[in-house]
């Protein structure tokens, strides 16, 4: 006897770790397993790595209709191909569902990491009944995913969504991209947290002080957040203004795309109401006035496993 036909695998790939989920067609995850990335061992190795992750879900005669894989950088969904991700070295191009249709013989779907996350709240989160929306992660970097009428919008290269990358101050600080001001380079997470600990001294009264135990390596936004629910003044002014920025950004969205439902996720995205807040506030006052009253700014629903949710929807999506 088989189990779980109608059943899907997602992976999340990541440069430290891979992560694998049997998913339901429902989107209820009924196992799991991890396997570490061994990206410093090259793609061979992580290519290995996958196969067992997939080949340990799949023992007990579990049968699946398909494979989802959600990988970091520039992904070619329509053939497969996982070029030169950031974090696993070495990697070139690789067309990871050739590889995976012949050691598995089942439909392999490969999308990159922010468009995966976009397509899981399509399939089973916040975007189930929007027709068109904007899916913003907030992590370590920004990403952002552009679903149209229901169909992810990926630009001629497979490169659209870069909305970490959208600038909100030509003068702003240095980005990563090389670029000035992008939004990233406010509400990444490394950014964020470099910003509070450099501008912490000025705040002694502050509660981050002893949530952090008097050591700024401690400093997250967990913390922070934290500490505005304390009601502590100056991390409740961080917050703010992280949504404030955010919200700049989306008002250029809107206008670009007369697309006025966002979706925020991501680690960042647990500041809660008071960045939703905000980022509603200054994106109604920034948007042209036809779109303001239509700004709907909700959180994720997949939240913690947005990774292997989303790339598990890649498989229902493309069916
Ligand atoms: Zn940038």
């Known amino acids: 006897m088989t189990k779980h036909d109608k059943a899907v695998i997602g992976i999340d790939l990541g440069g430290t770790s891979i992560k694998f989920g049997l998913v339901s ?25 996958i196969k067992s992750g997939v080949h340990e879900l799949l023992k007990d005669d579990v049968r699946v209709k398909g494979i989802g894989i959600g990988a970091p950088g520039i992904v070619n969904a329509k053939k497969g191909i996982v070029e030169n991700p950031p974090n696993l070295p070495g990697w070139g191009k690789i067309c990871v569902s050739k590889i995976l249709e012949k050691e598995f013989d089942k439909k392999i779907f490969v999308e990159n990491d922010a468009n995966a996350a976009a397509i899981g709240e399509m399939v089973f989160g916040a975007g189930k009944d929007l027709t068109s929306f904007l899916m913003v992660t907030l992590g370590t970097g920004v990403g952002g995913g552009i679903v149209i009428k229901k169909k992810i919008f990926r630009g ?7 909305f970490g990358h959208m600038t909100i101050d030509f003068n702003g600080p240095k980005c990563n991209c090389g670029s000035r001001g992008c939004i990233e380079a406010y509400l990444g997470i490394n950014y964020l947290t470099q910003h509070v600990a450099s501008d912490l001294g000025r705040h002694s009264s502050s ?36 949504g404030t920025k955010l919200g700049y950004a989306i008002s250029s969205v809107c206008n670009l795309l007369d697309i006025t439902s966002i979706i925020v996720g991501g680690g960042v995205a647990g500041f809660g109401q008071l960045l939703f807040d905000s980022a509603k506030a200054s994106a109604k006052e920034r948007v042209l006035k036809s779109l303001r009253d239509k700004i709907t700014i909700l959180p994720a629903k997949l939240s913690n496993e947005a990774g292997i949710l989303g790339a598990s929807s890649l498989v229902v999506y493309n069916d």
Request: proline content about 4%; overall charge negative.
């Open 25 to 49: 067609a429902e989107g209820n995850i009924l196992a799991k397993v991890s396997r570490p990335s061994n990206a410093s061992q090259g793609p061979d190795a992580v290519i290995e790595q």
């Open 156 to 162: 001629d290269s497979g490169a659209a969504g870069e």
């Open 207 to 242: 509660k981050i002080f002893e949530l952090i135990d008097y050591n700024l390596d401690n400093l997250t936004p967990l913390i922070i957040s934290k500490a505005a629910k304390a009601g502590d003044e100056y991390a409740i002014s961080v917050i703010t203004d992280a």
